[in-house]
C-alpha cells in the first residue's frame, strides 16, 4: 500500500520538482509535515484544520501562460516557502514540497520530520522503502522523496490515510 500512495502521487506531481520552490528550514517542512498529519483523514483531508494552521489556498502559474489548471489544491502559508498539494479522491492525500538548500540536507529534513511527529506521537515508526523515508503510525503514512535536481534539490513528503478498503 505504501508504493501505491507514493506512486499516485508521483504521477500526480512530477511539474513540481522543477518548480520555483524556495528554500525552506528543515524545522518549517517538519511542521508542515505535521500540519499535514493532522489533516489526513480517511475520506478527506481537513481543510478547516489547515486553516486553523494559517494554511490559505492558492494556485498555480506560469509567467507565459497564467493559472494553470490542475486536479490539485495547492496551499500555502504567510512567510513560508512551504507548498502543500492537496489530492482528493478514494484515498486522500496531503502533500508537503520545499526546496533544500543541498542533497544532504533531506537527512536532516527526514530528522526534523520523526522529531515533529514523534512528539505528537510517539507510536510513529521511521523505515526505509528503497530510497525512501517513510513515518508510519496506521492508519497514518507519511512519505519522504528527494526529487528535484543537484541545482534545485527539493523534498515531496506525501501524507496519506491507509485505512479499510473503501467501496
Request: with cysteine; aromatic share 2%; proline share 4%.
Amino acid at each position: 500500500m505504501i508504493r501505491i500512495l507514493s506512486a499516485a502521487v508521483i504521477a500526480a506531481v512530477p511539474a513540481l520538482a522543477s518548480a520555483q520552490l524556495g528554500r525552506s528550514a528543515h524545522e518549517a517542512v517538519a511542521e508542515a509535515v505535521a500540519d499535514c498529519w493532522g489533516a489526513v483523514e480517511a475520506q478527506a483531508v481537513s481543510r478547516t484544520a489547515l486553516a486553523a494552521k494559517g494554511w490559505r489556498a492558492g494556485s498555480i502559474t506560469d509567467s507565459k501562460l497564467g493559472e494553470v489548471e490542475t486536479p490539485l489544491e495547492v496551499y500555502g502559508k504567510s512567510g513560508s516557502d512551504v507548498v502543500l498539494m492537496l489530492m482528493s479522491g478514494k484515498s486522500p492525500i496531503c502533500t508537503v514540497m520545499s526546496r533544500v538548500s543541498s542533497a544532504a540536507d533531506v537527512s536532516l529534513v527526514a530528522q526534523a520530520i520523526r522529531r515533529r511527529l514523534t512528539a505528537g506521537d510517539p507510536q510513529v515508526n521511521t523505515a526505509r522503502s528503497g530510497n525512501d523515508i517513510v513515518f508510519i503510525a496506521l492508519p497514518k503514512v507519511a512519505i519522504l522523496d528527494a526529487t528535484g535536481t543537484k541545482a534545485k534539490p527539493t523534498v515531496r513528503i506525501s501524507v496519506g490515510f491507509q485505512g479499510a478498503e473503501r467501496g
